[in-house]
């Protein structure tokens, strides 16, 4: 089992910026690749960003350019740094843990609790 816990999660306005972590405990964080997922109101969960062990990065279309995933194996940390925020992104984020491609397939493994992100036009 692995357990994964966010935080950063907050109000923020329009054009500003936060950044996400999430902290992995439980069965070795090795060999898993990270990502993050967001549940905007009234809608379905959807990918944002995705990191495996090495540090190759995915990101949605989206949010290419605005925000950045990273990780530290040693600390079984990931993060997500969101710039440019923008009312779309306003969701509940979470953290998940899988393999590369269940995570880009929208799956996981394993998923944290999730953190709300307001963006306020």
């Known amino acids: 089992q692995v357990q994964l816990v966010e935080s950063g999660g907050g109000l923020v306005q329009a054009g500003g910026s936060l950044r996400l972590s999430c902290a992995a405990s439980?069965?070795?964080?090795?060999?898993?690749?990270m990502g993050w997922f967001r549940q905007p109101p009234g809608k379905e969960r959807e990918f944002v960003a995705a990191?495996?062990?090495?540090?190759?990065?995915a990101y949605a279309d989206s949010v290419k350019g605005r925000f950045t995933v990273s990780r530290d194996n040693a600390k079984n940390t990931v993060s997500l740094q969101m710039n440019s925020l923008q009312a779309d992104d306003t969701a509940v984020y979470y953290c998940?843990?899988?393999?590369?491609?269940?995570?880009?397939?929208?799956?996981?493994?394993?998923w944290g609790q999730g953190t709300q992100v307001t963006v306020s036009s």
């Open positions: 990191i495996r062990w090495i540090g190759l990065t």
């Open positions: 439980g069965r070795t964080f090795s060999g898993y690749s």
């Open positions: 998940a843990a899988g393999s590369w491609d269940d995570l880009r397939g929208a799956r996981a493994s394993y």
